[in-house]
């Protein structure tokens, strides 16, 4: 019986520390070894459009001030627990900055999906709407998904 109940006790304590780490799983941003070295870089797509990956707290302040952000599109999937952690992080420091911030969520496991292709959509009506103001759009690493939104804005 004691050991049925220390194998219960073991399983209940691995299972939260699981459940915790799945809420605060922001320790692994992409901007920190190992994931830096397939990081992509930020890139001027068009005048008002730049495109990279999710940006450091630096990489926001740079995006401001030497290039004159005003608004953020963030690709990032809040249905992801280590996506939604990072939005919850960055939309609060970009609310502090001043910075206007939409969360247009992409599945990265088929980008060629009906969502991804409603989504396409949203981010076009964003843009219109935000004419004239310098745009930075990311995603997790600044490859896949802002690629495929490139692709697909470049096209029309």
């Known amino acids: 019986m004691a ?31 190992p994931l830096r070295l397939i990081q992509g870089s930020a890139r001027e797509i068009n005048e008002r459009i730049i495109i990279g990956p999710y940006p450091h707290l630096s990489d926001i302040e740079k995006l401001v001030k030497v290039n004159g952000v005003e608004v953020v599109i963030s690709l990032l999937n809040p249905s992801l627990p280590f996506e939604e952690s990072l939005l919850r992080k960055e939309k609060e420091i970009l609310s502090k900055m001043g910075i206007r911030f939409y969360n247009v969520p992409f599945s990265f496991i088929s980008l060629n999906s009906k969502e991804n292709e409603r989504a396409v959509e949203k981010v076009r009506r964003i843009l219109s709407r935000e004419r004239g103001k310098k745009v930075y759009i990311h995603c997790y690493l600044g490859r896949h998904r802002v690629g495929f939104l490139v692709e697909k804005l470049l096209r029309k």
Request: no cysteine.
């Open 3 to 33: 050991r049925a109940l220390r194998i219960l006790f073991i399983t209940v304590f691995i299972g939260y520390v699981l459940s915790l780490a799945s809420v605060y799983f922001s320790y692994i941003e992409p901007y920190l070894f």
